[in-house]
């Protein structure tokens, strides 16, 4: 089944603690990017990547990093996490630059 | 700066009844126009997408318009089933600047009641 898939679905964790959250594709997709959903705001794109090794800031990158090292996999990066970075996280994939965005089922993170 | 401005913000209706969902953007030159729906705690899910030369499309009891003069496009939603309870999201791709230059509406949060 083509899919995205996020890790972890929910994550409690406390102000400065390193986390990652996972996100792979099984699709052959080269687009990945992660997105931020907040109330009243919609979907923010953080960051994007268009191939392997080649990353790009989106509209909101301040406190997050990523890394694609191998096609299907783009994790999210929280360095220092802090309580305004509580959201909830989607990561998409797509085959072109202008295709159907695919997303996963979402990462709940709250910062205490 | 580009916009998608979506209205209403929210929608309560009756099963069974219609209703529409409106989009209008700002983005220019542009490339597609894509709705998706957003069950509650899930991710969003490609309905359908619109381009320049597009003016109507259907999918199932869903079909979307779109007026590319107007910067305007409508998702109308037939004979509304409990399922269809969910956010709707209007995201327009621009036709420049690549893969990170699309623009997300806040979405429409459509209730459907017995």
């Known amino acids: 089944e083509a899919q995205v898939t996020q890790n972890p679905r929910y994550l409690i964790t406390v102000t400065g603690k390193k986390l990652t959250v996972t996100c792979s594709q099984n699709?052959?997709?080269?687009?990945m990017s992660w997105y931020r959903q907040d109330p009243g705001l919609g979907l923010r794109q953080i960051y994007y990547?268009?191939?392997?090794?080649?990353?790009d800031k989106g509209d909101v990158p301040e406190g997050y990093k990523v890394s694609r090292k191998e096609k299907r996999n783009f994790p999210l990066i929280l360095e220092s996490p802090s309580p305004n970075q509580t959201s909830l996280y989607f990561c998409?994939?797509?085959?072109?630059?202008?295709?159907?965005?695919?997303f996963g089922e979402g990462s709940r993170l709250t910062v205490l | 700066k580009n916009q998608v401005e979506q209205s209403p913000q929210s929608l309560i209706i009756l099963e069974g009844k219609n209703c529409t969902l409106q989009?209008?953007?700002?983005?220019?030159?542009?490339?597609?126009l894509r709705w998706y729906k957003q069950d509650t705690g899930r991710g969003p899910v490609s309905l359908t997408i619109?381009?320049?030369?597009?003016n109507t499309k259907s999918n199932g009891r869903y079909t979307a318009t779109l007026d590319a003069d107007t910067k305007q496009s409508s998702l109308h939603i037939t004979a509304s089933q409990l399922s269809d309870s969910a956010s709707y999201i209007c995201?327009?791709?621009?036709?420049?600047?690549?893969?990170?230059?699309?623009?997300f509406g806040t979405g429409t949060k459509l209730q459907v009641i017995p």
């Open positions: 998409a994939s797509s085959a072109t630059s202008s295709g159907e965005l695919f």
């Open positions: 699709m052959n997709h080269e687009y």
């Open positions: 990547s268009m191939n392997v090794e080649v990353t």
């Open positions: 989009c209008n953007y700002t983005v220019s030159p542009f490339s597609n």
């Open positions: 619109m381009t320049f030369s597009e």
């Open positions: 995201v327009v791709k621009g036709a420049l600047g690549g893969y990170q230059k699309v623009t």
